[in-house]
Structure formats: structure tokens, C-alpha cells
């Protein structure tokens, strides 16, 4: 009779489920990974196995999260994705590290608060006789899509009726065929203590629809690249040359593009990298939540020097489907996420409830729940106990211990058939060699210069899925998981933090931010060199296109 339960339960698929206005491509790819989606009224609300919601969720959920299950954002990502929190954010980071390692974002203002100051650097500008004045561009802190934006070089132009921020204006962007365009890199967040970040290889370029000129800033479809702007114009739909239909490409296609001009994509995406940890860095840390991840959309600029710039940090990067560029970037994209959601711990978790019930039900859920424990921590609080204080550390892991139990109490009283099984998702994992182990250090990140992998280099690779999910914020990392590393390459996800074992290290012991800057410095002063030799030998190249 357990047998037939057993196997009952391993058969059973994995559950989704879905908070209203979720693109539909999102249950779209679960169906077809053979998911099912969760039945409010039919099953327990422990049943599900992935929450997916565009808003952000209510502590209780985050509280009340079993190991079994996994939320598609953290709490306070919200940090990082307001233009007005990222630009303190990350004008704080420029105080404390050096303007020269932040001065990827835009100079920027926000207003009514720092009209004065605003006032103060616009006025210095005008005065200088040797620099023109800056373009200006007027965004609303928390609305997207480019609405409410509005480009000036005149203070008499700018007008706000709301919390607004005012950022210099990139007006010398790399232009191809004389149309603007910018990046959307997909970065999926799947711990932030210890930070464990990986960018996607694929993902959109997105070109405005008219071509570029200063002396009219008011045309949007010649200053925004907003898809959402640009398929209402009048151009979206007409080849356009040297684009063609449409206003997108993939990475692939741009990367190409750059390389029959002799620029080098990997520095250009080196120097991206860097500014996707820099950023995340900048709101690290933050409140640790159990089995959580976050994509983020960040929306890079480059200028004609391919300088890339920061604009923004989208939460909820937009996943709908407006042409088959969209189809063929966020489909893999969802596939891949799932991927490296790592749902094949769970059925680690679920095959040691199956083995204990064999055994004569002496382990129960809750036993194995104590390899999961759930519950929130502050990073911070536990990295100061973790590298300092003696009695600091065992009151930190007393906390955990507490949290743990709390946990076990939960799984405890979870009844049995809430334990889902896996085998369908087992089927479509990625089959990575696990028989050898990494010889060394380096070998262990693979993507410390932030090159793509090669299957050999996986194949050295000893995986430990569980390091990006919150089990190790809950469970003493100080105790038996330090040779854990985080999977180099899930899919088209590529691992770019921690890139090497003392930015592990740094990042493990709750995050000590100065030791990774100086990590990154490191890092940055070996990539200039590469940098410079490809300075020389693209000059005269694209800038002509
Ligand atoms: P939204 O959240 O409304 O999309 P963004 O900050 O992404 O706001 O800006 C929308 C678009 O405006 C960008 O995709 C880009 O084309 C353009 N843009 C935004 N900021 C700048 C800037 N500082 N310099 C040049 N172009 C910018």
C-alpha cells in the first residue's frame, strides 16, 4: 500500500502557481516542462512548488515558505529597482568605493529634494566655456515604459508633477545605422547572502524606431527605446536599414554585428558584468529570505566609445511576447530559469521522505525538513557573528537553530501529500558529469574573466546545487558546506559572482563588501590591459557606421 502511495507520489508533477496579470508565457513553459498549475480549491496551500506573482509578496509568505518551494522575488528588491533608491544607492557606493569604479550610472538628481543641487551643477556647466551644456533626461521614480519622460537641455523645459529623477542624458550613443538602441540583460538572483549572481548569455537588444537627433527631443521613438513606445510608431513595422523590421535583436546578432567591426564583445560584456555586481552590491545586503530568487531586467546603454552605462533595474522584466525574437529570448529564458531554481534538490528532499517511510515511517517530513530552514535572517547580523565575535557566532547560531525548529514544526504538521514529486522535472534536467570533482581552486570558477564556459570546463565541475538556494543562509555555513560552489553554467545562465574563492569567501561570511570591491579592482586592472590592445585596434571601426 506505501508502495503504491510512493509511487503515486512520484509521478505526481510539480505545481505552479500564478498571481493574477503573470504573462502567460510563464505557464506556458511550466505546461510544457510537464508542471501542473495550482488548484486553489482542490489542494493544500503547501502544494505548490513555484509562486510567481508581478507584486511583491507579503511577509507571511515569505514566513511561511516550505523547503519544497520556491518565490520569484525577495523581499525589498524594490531597493535596487526604484530610480530614485538606485541612484542613493549607488551614489553612496560612489562616496564610499571611488567615483571612478561607479561611474557607470549617469549623474542623476532627485527631485523636488535636490533641485538645489540640480540647480548648483547645472549652473556650473553653463558657466564653463569650455564645455557644452548637457542634455538632460526627467524620468518618474517609479513608473516604466517610459512613461512621463521628458529630455531637456533648458531648465525652462523641465516641469514635474511627481518624485522625479533628472540624469544626464547619454547623447552620444552608440548608434547603428545612425538608430539608438540599448540592452536588456536578463540577472537572476538566486541568493543574496552569500550573493550568488548569474547574467544570461541571450537577450535583447532594442533599437528606437526613428533615427537619432538632438534637435528634436521630443520625438520618443527617436530618444526611447521602450518596445512598449516603439510598436505604436509609425516605423515599427517598415524594414529599416541596417535593422530591418521591427525594433529588436538578440545578443547574438548584436555580438556578431560588433565582431565583423572588430570590436570585441567580451570586453564590452566583461565591463557589464562588472556593473551587475557593482549594483547588486550596492543593496547588498539584503533581509535574507528562504528560497527566493529574483530576475532582474537591467537596461544597459552603450555610447559610442562602447562605454556601457547603467539606466535602470527593472523588477518584473517585461515577458510578454511582441514579436519572435521575444518568443525565442524569453521562453529559453523561463526554461533555464526553472533550471536553475535546482527543483532536483527537492526530490532529494522527497526521495529521503520516500526511503524514510520504507524504513518503517521513522523519518518524516519534518526530519528532513531540517536540512531546509526556512525564515528570514539578516545577512548582515550573521556575516559580523560569523568572521568576528566569539559569543556573537553562537548567538547567531542559536538563531538559526531557532529558525530550524520553528521549521520543523511547520513541516511537521504538513501533511504528507504535499510532498510533490519530481521525476518529470528530474527527466528534463540537464545531465551535468558529476564523477570529477574540481582539481583547483580556479577550476571552481570558471568564470572568473567572465568568458563563457565550455562544456569542458563544466565537466570539472562537481555540482552542488543546493549553494544558490537559501539553504545555506539558514543552515550554519560554518559548519560542513564551505567546499559548496555555485554552478558555473545553468543553461544560458552564466554564474559572473562569486568569480573567484576569496570573493566566495567574502561573500559567504555574510558580505563583506570592502574585500570584494578590492576583489573586483583586482579583477578590472587584469581585464585593462585586454582592454587597451582592442582600443587600438578598433579605432575608426564602428563609429563610421
Ligand atoms: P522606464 O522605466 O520608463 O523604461 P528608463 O530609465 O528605462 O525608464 O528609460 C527609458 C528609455 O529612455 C531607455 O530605454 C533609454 O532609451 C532612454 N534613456 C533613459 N535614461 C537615459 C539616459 N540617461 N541617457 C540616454 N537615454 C536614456
Given at each position: ?135 538632460w533626461i526627467c524620468k518618474p521614480v517609479d513608473l516604466s515604459r517610459g512613461r512621463g519622460i ?93 535593422i530591418g523590421c521591427g525594433c529588436k535583436w538578440t545578443f547574438s546578432k548584436f555580438r556578431s ?69 521575444d518568443d525565442t529570448v524569453k521562453r529559453k529564458l523561463l526554461h533555464d530559469i526553472v533550471e ?206
Amino acid at each position: 500500500m506505501a508502495d503504491d502511495y510512493d509511487t503515486r507520489d512520484i509521478l505526481r508533477p510539480l505545481v505552479f502557481r500564478l498571481h493574477e496579470n503573470v504573462p502567460s508565457i510563464v505557464r506556458e513553459v511550466l505546461l510544457e516542462r510537464g508542471w501542473s498549475e495550482f488548484d486553489k480549491k482542490g489542494q493544500d496551500d503547501a502544494d505548490w512548488n513555484l509562486y510567481w506573482r508581478n507584486s511583491p509578496f507579503h511577509m507571511t509568505d515569505h514566513h511561511s515558505i516550505k523547503p519544497w518551494q520556491r518565490l520569484n522575488h525577495y523581499p525589498e528588491a524594490v531597493r535596487i529597482t526604484r530610480k530614485d533608491y538606485l541612484a542613493r544607492h549607488l551614489k553612496r557606493m560612489k562616496g564610499a568605493y571611488g567615483s571612478a569604479l561607479y561611474e557607470f550610472s549617469p549623474v542623476a538628481f532627485i527631485m523636488p529634494n535636490d533641485y538645489v543641487k540640480f540647480i548648483a551643477e547645472y549652473n556650473k556647466e553653463r558657466q564653463s566655456v569650455d564645455r557644452r551644456p548637457s542634455y538632460w533626461i526627467c524620468k518618474p521614480v517609479d513608473l516604466s515604459r517610459g512613461r512621463g519622460i521628458l529630455i531637456f537641455q533648458d531648465i525652462k523645459d523641465l516641469v514635474y508633477d511627481c518624485t522625479v529623477i533628472v540624469q544626464k542624458y547619454i547623447s552620444n550613443p552608440l548608434l547603428i545605422s545612425g538608430y539608438k538602441l540599448d540592452l536588456r540583460l536578463y540577472v537572476c538572483v538566486t541568493s543574496f547572502c552569500p550573493l550568488t549572481i548569474y547574467t544570461y548569455k541571450e537577450g535583447l537588444v532594442r533599437f528606437a524606431t526613428e533615427k537619432f537627433d538632438l534637435s528634436s527631443l521630443d520625438n520618443v521613438y527617436a530618444h526611447l527605446t521602450n518596445t512598449s513606445i516603439n510598436k505604436y510608431g509609425a516605423s515599427y513595422k517598415k524594414y529599416k536599414e541596417g535593422i530591418g523590421c521591427g525594433c529588436k535583436w538578440t545578443f547574438s546578432k548584436f555580438r556578431s554585428y560588433l565582431r565583423i567591426f572588430g570590436v570585441d564583445d567580451v570586453v564590452l560584456w566583461q565591463k557589464i558584468n562588472n556593473i551587475v555586481i557593482l549594483t547588486l552590491l550596492a543593496v547588498t545586503p539584503l533581509p535574507v529570505a528562504s528560497n527566493c530568487f529574483e530576475l532582474f531586467g537591467f537596461d544597459i546603454l552603450i555610447d559610442d566609445k562602447f562605454k556601457p552605462w547603467l539606466l535602470e533595474v527593472n523588477y518584473n522584466p517585461a515577458l510578454c511576447l511582441d514579436c519572435s525574437i521575444d518568443d525565442t529570448v524569453k521562453r529559453k529564458l523561463l526554461h533555464d530559469i526553472v533550471e536553475l531554481l535546482n527543483y532536483k534538490q527537492i526530490d532529494t528532499f522527497r526521495q529521503n521522505q520516500v526511503a524514510g517511510i520504507k524504513a518503517g515511517r521513522r523519518s518524516t517530513a519534518g526530519e528532513s525538513a531540517t536540512e531546509e530552514t526556512p525564515g528570514l535572517l539578516t545577512c548582515q547580523k550573521v556575516a559580523k557573528c560569523a568572521s568576528s565575535e566569539q559569543p556573537a557566532l553562537q548567538a547567531s547560531r542559536a538563531s538559526i537553530r531557532k529558525v530550524a525548529t520553528l521549521t520543523r514544526r511547520t513541516a511537521r504538521a504538513h501533511p504528507r501529500k504535499t510532498l510533490t514529486s519530481q521525476l518529470r522535472e528530474r527527466m528534463n534536467m540537464p545531465k551535468i558529469p558529476s564523477q570529477a570533482k574540481a582539481e583547483t581552486k580556479n577550476k571552481h570558477f570558471p568564470g572568473a574573466g567572465h568568458s563563457p564556459h565550455t562544456s569542458a570546463q563544466l565537466s570539472c565541475w562537481l555540482p552542488t546545487p543546493d549553494f544558490c538556494n537559501y539553504r545555506l543562509t539558514t543552515r550554519p555555513y560554518f559548519l560542513s558546506d564551505k567546499d559548496q560552489r555555485p554552478i558555473p553554467r545553468v543553461g544560458d545562465f552564466v554564474l559572473i559572482f562569486p568569480f573567484n574563492e576569496a570573493a566566495l569567501q567574502a561573500s559567504r561570511d555574510g558580505t563583506d563588501i570592502k574585500s570584494i570591491i578590492k576583489e573586483i579592482n583586482k579583477l578590472i586592472s587584469k581585464q585593462l590591459p585586454l582592454e587597451q590592445q582592442n582600443t587600438k585596434k578598433r579605432v575608426g571601426y564602428l563609429t563610421s557606421v
